[in-house]
């Protein structure tokens, strides 16, 4: 199985700062890569896909970039409603996984 | 507009058996291949399994830790998907979404998820 590993598991910033989360991939994954955002209670919402493209209606401030193992999600000027917890995914695999998650507050 | 909702969620004792549900509208179904992802609490999420459409094989695929306990089926006359879970362990206790990604941009799809406790 392809396992997914995500730093850091949480970070705290200001309103304003950039935020860059890392996704490795523990082989070749070519961009077959998903961004996903998660708040409390709420089913996860689909941010990025296939690496670097920005899901319909999603803000310009979220970006995806990288390919083969290393993947990063960058979100440029941090919102009050970026507090969430972010996921990457990868399909590349038959056997689809998750990593572990990055949990995102404001300072 | 799309819709998936889940039904069959509730309390169950270790070692027995449950059967999810999840109804789907706004799409052909049939065509769509369809997954389970579940997220235990506090934790993160975890993918379960999927089912292909009939037209790609109709086959399933499972992760690890529920393969050979979880069976993933579909009703395409009824435009539902289920889960079958037997042997369910307390590890199994989460809340289960049905999920399917047509055709991108915009088109991740997901349910309001069903909560599974396994307890004694």
């Known amino acids: 199985d392809i396992q997914m590993t995500q730093s850091p598991s949480s970070l705290s910033a200001s309103v304003g700062d950039r935020v860059t989360i890392t996704c490795q991939a523990s082989?070749?994954?070519?961009?077959?890569l998903n961004w996903y955002q998660q708040k409390p209670g709420k089913a996860p919402k689909l941010l990025i896909y296939?690496?670097?493209n920005l899901e319909t209606g999603v803000p310009s401030r979220f970006s995806g970039s990288g390919s083969g193992t290393d993947f990063t999600f960058t979100i440029s000027s941090l919102q009050p409603e970026d507090i969430a917890t972010y996921y990457c995914?990868?399909?590349?695999?038959?056997?689809?996984?998750f990593g572990p998650g990055t949990k995102v507050d404001i300072k | 507009e799309v819709q998936l909702v889940e039904s069959g969620g509730g309390l169950v004792k270790p070692g027995g058996s449950l059967r999810l549900s999840c109804a789907a509208s706004?799409?052909?179904?049939?065509?769509?291949?369809m997954s389970w992802v579940r997220q235990a609490p506090g934790k993160g999420l975890e993918w379960v399994g999927r089912?292909?459409?009939?037209?790609?094989?109709?086959?399933?695929d499972y992760a690890a830790p529920v393969k050979g306990r979880f069976t993933i089926s579909r009703d395409d006359s009824k435009n539902t998907l289920y889960l079958q879970m037997n042997s369910l362990k307390t590890e199994d206790t989460a809340v289960y979404y049905c999920?399917?990604?047509?055709?991108?941009?915009?088109?991740?799809?997901w349910g309001q998820g069903t909560l599974v406790t396994v307890s004694s």
């Open positions: 296939d690496a670097s």
């Open positions: 089912i292909k459409s009939k037209t790609d094989g109709g086959t399933t």
């Open positions: 082989q070749d994954i070519s961009n077959y």
């Open positions: 706004g799409f052909t179904f049939s065509n769509a291949w």
């Open positions: 995914q990868q399909y590349d695999n038959l056997l689809v996984t």
């Open positions: 999920t399917t990604q047509l055709a991108l941009p915009s088109g991740d799809y």
